[in-house]
């Protein structure tokens, strides 16, 4: 067994359902409810959706088995992964990534939980805020964002199964109720039925290639491949235990959380307000949903639980994020989990504040401006947002396709899946060998020619 059992701070999940809640939580996070409602508003509704499942189901998932395959195979941090697997300087460099990806997006994605943890408070206590003045307030959003980062650093500090698996347990199954509970509010809600049509009846019409390319985004964003979190979470993982299972319930939980998060805000949206507020972006979740539950009866303790739920969501990302440098540098700096911990957490606490700083119009972090192969970037979040939470995830998916499908012999890679998943053999065995051989590379690689203008205008960041 290739587990560092002589370290007790590397650790170990303690069970198969505490793998596939910490590993669920990594993927379901800001995406899923803050992100994924918004990008269907933008791309046509249902016809979204209906590509959305596709390519979870055959590009996601794929990478996903790929990814906890590699992690269990060698017990180690993305780097350690492929050093372990025999991978040269070259191959490396995609668990480099990784360890960046996490670490930078853990930096401006706890911005964005920072200010759901502000509006878990307005809401109770029921003060009308205007998003657009919140954002420019350093006062409030810095000490936000730093307050959760903490909360973060202290579940990380717990080690695998004392902190990471025990928190998933309890804010797992606290989401999933929260999300039911309001998606069912929404979808009972007189003038709701325009909102469901809308959101769950495909106009195949509107189908072109930016919608195909958005919803793969989407699903590499969605499913937490090429960030490392998962071949992280893999090396802690038993050898005995079922990686297709386990990794079928990952995709199951995180795309089931997505569609009751359009279900949550598109009925809603469409019986108290109007569609034409589908055009709001990324601050959809925030300017609209406030004045839908406005309108409900109750409706600052509902607008309360929908941004706890929102919090808990980002919190059981922001963990797996933490844990991916802080793995790399007990594997392979040999530092303790405390000294790992406290110093990635500071760190990505004063990384933060430019970020924070970018929503404040005139401010020099706001007014950055980067061509980044064809795209033009503006701000400092936006350009982190490009950098590494879209374009450098979709060059470790590849990366990491090739490096096990092509650098490597793919049947060990196949052998490792199917340590206790005894269905996986014959023609699954084979699907998933074509698909990250094949399929995988050929469609990351249109995604990739797509984000930097091949096929016309770039996309933009998420």
């Not at 279900?263 to 990324?282: D, N, W």
């Not at 540098?329 to 004063?350: E, F, P, Q, S, Y």
């Not at 400092?380 to 879209?390: E, H, N, Q, S």
Request: net charge neutral.
């Amino acid at each position: 067994m290739a587990m560092n059992t002589d370290t007790q701070d590397r650790g170990q999940f303690g069970s198969s359902l505490g793998f596939i809640l910490a590993a669920a939580g990594s993927a379901v996070g800001l995406g899923n409810i803050w992100r994924f409602p918004y990008l269907t508003a933008e791309n046509g509704g249902g016809a979204f959706v209906f590509v959305y499942i596709f390519c979870v189901l055959l590009i996601g998932l794929p990478l996903l088995f790929n990814e906890i395959a590699l992690g269990r195979k060698s017990g180690k941090n993305p780097i350690g992964a492929i050093r372990e697997t025999g991978g040269n300087r070259f191959w490396q460099l995609a668990g480099v990534l990784c360890v960046l990806v996490c670490f930078f997006v853990l930096s401006y994605y706890s911005v964005i939980a920072g200010w759901t943890v502000g509006y878990i408070v307005t809401e109770v206590i029921n003060i009308p805020v205007d998003f657009e003045e919140f954002v420019e307030t350093p006062m409030y959003v810095i000490p936000l964002t730093f307050f959760f980062i903490l909360i973060t650093i202290l579940i990380v500090l717990g080690g695998v199964s004392g902190g990471i698996e025990k928190a998933s347990k309890v804010l797992m199954p606290m989401l999933f109720i929260i999300v039911i509970f309001i998606a069912g509010r929404s979808v009972t809600l007189d003038g709701a039925s325009a909102g469901i049509e809308y959101y769950l009846n495909p106009d195949f019409s509107k189908i072109n290639s930016k919608v195909v390319l958005q919803a793969l985004g989407q699903a590499f964003f969605s499913m937490s491949v090429g960030w490392g979190l998962m071949i992280t979470f893999g090396s802690y993982l038993k050898k005995e235990s079922n990686i297709i299972q386990a990794s079928t319930w990952i995709a199951g939980m995180d795309t089931t959380v997505a569609l009751f998060g359009g279900l949550m805000v598109f009925p809603a949206l469409f019986a108290l307000l109007s569609p034409e507020y589908l055009t709001q972006g990324p601050g959809l979740v925030f300017n609209v949903l406030p004045k839908v539950f406005d309108q409900m009866p109750g409706g600052n303790l509902i607008g309360g639980l929908f941004f706890i739920l929102l919090m808990v969501a980002a919190l059981t990302s922001t963990i797996s994020m933490l844990e991916v440098p802080v793995a790399y540098l007990i594997d392979d700096r040999k530092w303790n989990r405390k000294r790992a911990t406290w110093t990635v957490g500071i760190a990505a606490m004063v990384l933060s504040v430019p970020s924070a700083l970018s929503s404040i119009e005139g401010n020099v972090f706001a007014d950055l401006r980067l061509n980044f192969l064809g795209n033009p970037l503006i701000g400092f979040f936006g350009i982190m947002d490009f950098i590494f939470g879209t374009f450098a995830v979709i060059v470790i998916c590849l990366m990491l396709a090739l490096y096990t499908g092509w650098a490597k012999k793919i049947t060990d890679f196949a052998d490792e899946l199917a340590l206790g998943s005894p269905k996986f053999k014959g023609t699954f065995r084979s699907a998933w060998i074509f698909f990250i051989k094949w399929v995988c590379p050929i469609v990351i690689g249109l995604v990739i020619l797509d984000l930097v203008g091949v096929f016309g205008t770039p996309q933009q960041g998420h």
